[in-house]
């Protein structure tokens, strides 16, 4: 089965910090563009962050410039979330998938969803 498995999600304090990550299961990740999604209670899935199959081009939703960091280990087929500086406005289940553009991640669009993970930012 192709999927992505997410894990590294949990309750963290404002202003903490936690790292995703995102294991590809039955294909590889090295040639594929990559992004992060969230999805809060009662609101729409949004894209996060996106990064290229070289590794040499990102984006980043305005929310999360200067604190969310994309990266990728292709020896470990996995992909990664750093966040910092957590708000409560981030807690959200948080989605990877394989993301092929900018517009495709703007418009909610990948393959190989994986469960999520559950982010919780509360004092």
């Known amino acids: 089965q192709l999927q992505f498995v997410e894990s590294g999600g949990g309750l963290v304090q404002p202003g903490g910090s936690l790292r995703l990550s995102c294991a590809a299961s039955?294909?590889?990740?090295?040639?594929?563009?990559i992004g992060w999604f969230r999805q809060a209670p009662g609101k729409e899935r949004e894209g996060v962050s996106w990064l290229s199959s070289s590794g040499g081009a990102t984006y980043y939703a305005d929310f999360a410039k200067g604190r969310f960091t994309i990266s990728r280990d292709n020896a470990k087929n996995t992909m990664y979330l750093q966040m910092n500086s957590l708000k409560p406005e981030d807690t959200a289940i948080y989605y990877c998938?394989?993301?092929?553009?900018?517009?495709?991640?703007?418009?909610?669009?990948?393959?190989?969803w994986g469960q999520g993970t559950q982010v919780i930012v509360s004092s």
């Open positions: 039955g294909f590889t990740l090295r040639y594929r563009a």
């Open positions: 998938a394989s993301v092929a553009s900018i517009v495709s991640l703007q418009q909610g669009r990948g393959d190989y």
